[in-house]
């Protein structure tokens, strides 16, 4: 069964960093496209970042600059790390598996919530 | 940035109604476009992708049309388990998605 399993959200000031792990099963994460998109009440649904079959990878300019994607294949695991963070990169965040070569959400996680507030 | 925007922003209707949800690109997106579904307290489902094919699994009363910059969901008979928020996404420039429908119970 394909699944995907977010952790490491949690409460932090602004300016912190957090680092999101989401481990996958059922699938290699090298072999398919693989992205983070969050989750607000006010904003609804925004793409963050995608990391491609080959290794690239592509941010939102809403984060460009101050968060990473990357993975690891041994661990067949997903990450994102986030530093800076600001009141406004509050959500719930998802880890999602692309469809194929399309940057698409075909899996989703359950989600993890991120709280930045002093 | 593309942008979505989604009509209507609510839809009141009875099972075993017909759904028809608008979605609609501030620039053409081709056929680059998909639909999802969410329910309350559950991370969204892909539906449709590239404009109206179904997703693994996904009911054949689901389906979905357009091109260029607009694009309908339709519902043909709406089920119990049909009640809950749709959004657009497109992915022709970066990722994006619309502001989302919800299909509530009149």
């Known amino acids: 069964e394909v699944q995907l399993v977010e952790s490491g959200g949690g409460l932090i000031q602004p300016g912190g960093s957090l680092r999101l792990s989401c481990a996958a099963s059922g699938f290699i994460v090298g072999n398919d496209y693989m992205g983070w998109v969050r989750q607000t009440q006010e904003k609804g649904l925004e793409w963050v970042s995608i990391?491609?079959?080959?290794?690239?990878?592509n941010y939102a300019d809403s984060v460009k600059g101050r968060f990473i994607i990357s993975r690891d294949i041994s661990k067949n695991t997903l990450y994102f790390q986030m530093n800076s963070l600001r009141v406004e990169d509050s959500a719930v965040y998802y880890c999602v598996r692309g469809l194929g070569a399309r940057p698409l959400a075909g899996v989703w996680g359950q989600g993890t919530t991120v709280t930045v507030s002093s | 940035e593309i942008v979505l925007t989604q009509s209507p922003a609510t839809l009141s209707l009875s099972p075993g109604e017909r759904a028809t949800l608008s979605c609609r690109a501030s620039?053409?997106?081709?056929?680059?476009l998909a639909w999802y579904q969410q329910k309350p307290g559950q991370a969204p489902r892909l539906l449709i992708y590239d404009a109206s094919n179904r997703a693994s699994g996904i009911p054949a009363r689901f389906s979905g049309s357009g091109s260029g910059t607009d694009f309908t969901l339709t519902i043909s008979s709406l089920e119990p388990e049909d009640f809950a928020v749709y959004y657009c996404?497109?992915?022709?420039?970066?990722?994006?998605f619309g502001q989302g429908t919800k299909v509530e119970i009149k």
């Open positions: 620039q053409s997106v081709n056929s680059y």
């Open positions: 996404q497109q992915r022709s420039n970066w990722q994006t």
């Open positions: 990391i491609y079959s080959g290794g690239g990878a």
